[in-house]
């Protein structure tokens, strides 16, 4: 197996009135590459057998005679994602717990998958090998907001919300509640959380897919 990885990030922070701005660019590439030495395959072994330069009679093949029948089995693949995110705080107004305050945030990212074999795969060819084959792309958009209230000393609640669009799925809107009690100042505090939860299927899951596979 041989893997490649590249990774690039570049961010920025700062200031705009009253709210504190980060946002951030990311690209990430994984190209992988599979070889399985001197696999079988089916077509050059019924040949071999027809020429009569490979035997089952119980006479040792020489190395010629092994190499004829078998090759080296190659899987490849690649995946990318492209992403840029914004995101942005502020405190809005004081509570007797101290100062509520409000973050939001958005994303854009594109991702690209593909999953590969060989033409001999491809043909079914490799004797008793499968390859799962797989590619797609798409865009996904996100948005999101979170509000922190320290009500009192001891109680601060936290609500959130959550908005995804993906360019081969759908949407979907995720939500939590939480709170945090702090039941004996530094000794004890209780947290809660009530929240819903989504996650898209996999490019492999809901683009094109395929297997392919030897039949005797």
Known sequence: NEQTALRFALGAEGSLGAWDIDTALLYSRMDNKRTQKNRV??????????????????????????ASVAQDA?????????????????????????????AVGAEARREEFNANADANYLAGDYVG??????????NAYAAFGELSLPVVKALE?????????YSDFGSSTTGK????????????????????GFRAPAISQIGNASTVSFNN
Not at 177 to 196: D, E, H, V
């Open 129 to 138: 090998l499968v390859a799962n084959l797989a590619s797609g792309k798409r």
């Open 177 to 196: 509640l939480g709170f945090k009690w702090n039941l004996l100042p530094q000794f004890l505090i209780m947290r809660g959380t009530a929240s819903t």
């Open 74 to 102: 190659i899987n490849d693949g690649d995946s990318s994602i492209l992403s840029v995110d914004v995101r942005a705080g502020r405190e809005l107004f004081a509570l007797a717990g101290g100062q509520a305050s409000l």
């Open 41 to 66: 395959r089916s077509s050059l072994l019924d040949a071999s057998i027809a020429a009569g330069t490979y035997r089952f009679n119980g006479e040792v093949n020489n190395a010629a005679a092994i």
């Open 157 to 165: 609640v936290q609500a959130a919300l959550r908005f995804e669009n």
